[in-house]
């Protein structure tokens, strides 16, 4: 009778609560967004502990490398740009800058060591006339990411400029800065001379941290065209085998040999929730049932024909509705 | 509500030209989150001052209605500033 009695306070318009649903209070409202916060907060913990019964709650990701290319040479071909070459050399490089932002935990194009993206198709003797560098991360699909780098006027400058031959690309996941993700590196070159360049190294044996898996999105662009004595530097005649010696230890891993693209994964159990799903199933349900009650208030208050000096319920409805939409519709992912 | 709807044209035209324009807004400059932040600000905002002035012309104002806007505004903002993060 008591729980009867609360739920007609909180929901049902009554003397009690002053003729509107408690849940309509400005402290109704206020309570709630505690709510969604505390809800919020509550994820990183909460994933920590239902990792140690079982993989319910991580990032799910299924982007590929084949998927990125694929969709990058649909936009080029759009725009009657030529088709872009996979080279075995920039998937290496692609590999290896991914791995390398795992390992020293940073998201740039420039590592905090001052390690320049060109350094990576130089660690595999990759040369080039020009080149660029997209990368993205926490994206759930392919087709996402790839149309937040076209949404990007400088990453779509580097998926369009006519002067790339080759592309490479790398998916990895792995914890970058206390977040699980998946890091999408995208290596664009135009070989020098044209000529697409075969190496010995067409596998790589790199360090993948253990994967897990993200939601959400970055990507940062770079100048497409190097500075013209870098490009010079870059432009040597003499091919020579990558010098791995020169990559740090942590990003050596001894014990697999893979191809560097479309790296499995060795713990392959895909998390039954993301954290975004949870998320908006949460609000979703706040916005439904506040703009159920908001409904059901307008309707007895209709028939009861009783003047209230409240806020306007079918704003609160629209205003409600339109954040349900956009929650619907939202899609993870960054930019930077 | 259709009544309500009827009497306040003008201002209910507003609100909806305003979530509108936040929806589409919101979902062009996709996937730039900082944009989405400054939209999510601005229309709560927009729906706090909104209702403020729609009670104080239908002489219906009250600090109670005020902090029920400030409230739903901040709910709405909550949810939506969250995912964003």
């Known amino acids: 009778m008591q729980l009867i009695d609360t739920l007609r306070h909180l929901f049902h318009p009554q003397r009690s609560n002053n003729h509107r649903p408690r849940v309509l209070h400005p402290e109704g409202f206020l309570v709630f967004a505690i709510l969604a916060v505390g809800f919020w907060l509550s994820l990183a913990p909460a994933k920590v502990f239902l990792e140690h019964t079982g993989n319910v709650l991580g990032f799910a990701s299924n982007i590929t490398a084949s998927q990125v290319v694929t969709l990058t040479n649909s936009e080029r071909a759009k725009q009657g740009l030529s088709?872009?070459?996979?080279?075995?050399?920039?998937?290496?490089a692609a590999q290896a800058k991914a791995a390398h932002m795992f390992a020293h935990q940073y998201w740039a194009h420039v590592a905090p060591d001052g390690t320049q993206p060109w350094q990576?198709?130089?660690?595999?003797?990759?040369?080039?006339a020009v080149a660029g560098e997209n990368l993205a991360r926490d994206f759930s699909n392919t087709n996402d990411m790839v149309a937040a780098w076209m949404a990007s006027p400088t990453h779509r400058a580097n998926i369009m400029n006519d002067r790339y031959k080759e592309i490479g690309v790398a998916v990895v996941d792995g914890k970058l800065l206390g977040t699980d993700t998946t890091l999408v590196v995208q290596l664009f070159g135009d070989p020098l001379g044209g000529v697409p360049q075969i190496s010995p190294a067409a596998k790589k044996v790199v360090k993948v941290p253990a994967r897990k898996v993200v939601l959400g999105a970055e990507a940062t662009p770079i100048p497409a065209t190097q500075p013209q004595q870098m490009t010079v530097a870059e432009n040597q005649p003499t091919?020579?085998?990558?010098?791995?010696s020169n990559m740090p230890p942590a990003e050596i891993l001894s014990s697999v040999t893979l191809p560097v693209t479309d790296l499995p994964n060795p713990q392959s159990t895909t998390p039954i929730f993301s954290p975004l799903q949870l998320t908006k199933v949460f609000f979703l349900s706040v916005i439904i049932l506040l703009v159920l009650t908001l409904l059901y208030d307008s309707f007895v208050m209709?028939?009861?024909?009783?003047?209230?000096l409240v806020?306007?319920?079918?704003?609160?409805?629209?205003?409600?509705?339109a954040v349900g939409f956009l929650l619907i519709l939202f899609k993870g992912g960054v930019i930077g | 509500m259709q009544h309500e709807l009827f009497k306040h044209r003008?201002?209910?035209?507003?609100?909806?030209?305003?979530?509108?324009l936040f929806i589409f807004g919101f979902?062009?400059?996709?996937?730039?989150?900082?944009?989405?932040?400054m939209l999510i600000a601005a229309i709560a905002i927009f729906y706090f001052i909104w209702g403020v002035v729609t009670h104080v012309k239908s002489e219906s104002f009250s600090r109670r209605v005020m902090f029920e806007y400030a409230g739903v505004a901040f709910l709405?903002?909550?949810l939506l500033l969250l995912v964003t993060l």
Do not use: C, E
């Open chain 1, 83 to 92: 088709q872009l070459t996979v080279n075995s050399l920039l998937n290496q």
């Open chain 1, 120 to 128: 990576f198709f130089k660690d595999v003797n990759y040369r080039y």
């Open chain 1, 239 to 244: 091919v020579t085998q990558p010098n791995n």
């Open chain 1, 302 to 308: 209709h028939n009861r024909n009783t003047v209230r």
């Open chain 1, 311 to 321: 806020g306007k319920n079918l704003a609160h409805i629209m205003l409600l509705v």
């Open chain 2, 10 to 20: 003008l201002a209910y035209s507003i609100l909806l030209a305003a979530l509108v």
């Open chain 2, 27 to 37: 979902m062009v400059v996709w996937p730039n989150h900082v944009q989405q932040r």
């Open chain 2, 76 to 78: 709405a903002s909550m």
